[in-house]
């Protein structure tokens, strides 16, 4: 059985000029092979919370977005021929080299979100908080 298997040359210099570090936001364009076998390019934006390696063959950088309210990472090998491209979208300053403590943070703000949200819903035109009061009142009475 004879696999064939191409692979597209990265321009090592291009990568290794790529600047980017944990806390920027980056856009990672990324080869998909359809059923079609067409190549199509997926993009992924999202904060780098980690750069791993250095600058060697070895170098992976992590990417985390939040789609639909859940947390999604992604980790990328640098030199990948399935990239296509690194765009960086904004360049943020930060104090650490890994930002592990974001996942953390995302959950107690969507926590913190659901709480108000839950507090204020509409049903009919009359929030929850309103409902509550007019059951109290019929209890009392």
Do not use: C, W
Request: aromatic residues 6%; hydrophobic residues 30%; positive net charge.
């Amino acid at each position: 059985m004879k696999t064939n298997i191409k692979l597209s040359k990265v321009n090592e210099e291009e990568r290794k000029a790529l600047n980017f570090s944990s806390g920027d936001v980056v856009k990672v364009y990324n080869k998909l092979k359809d059923k079609d076998d067409k190549i199509r390019l997926q993009v992924f934006e999202g904060i780098v919370i980690a750069r791993k390696h250095g600058n060697t063959q070895s170098a992976t950088f992590t990417v985390r977005k939040i789609a639909s309210g859940v947390g999604v990472e992604k980790i990328y090998p640098l030199y990948s021929g399935n990239i296509d491209k690194i765009e960086i979208v904004r360049k943020n300053k930060t104090r650490r080299s890994k930002l592990y403590y974001i996942r953390d943070k995302a959950l107690r703000d969507t926590r913190r979100k659901l709480k108000v949200d839950t507090k204020y819903v509409k049903k009919d035109g009359i929030t929850t908080q309103e409902l509550k009061e007019e059951e109290n009142n019929l209890e009392q009475e």
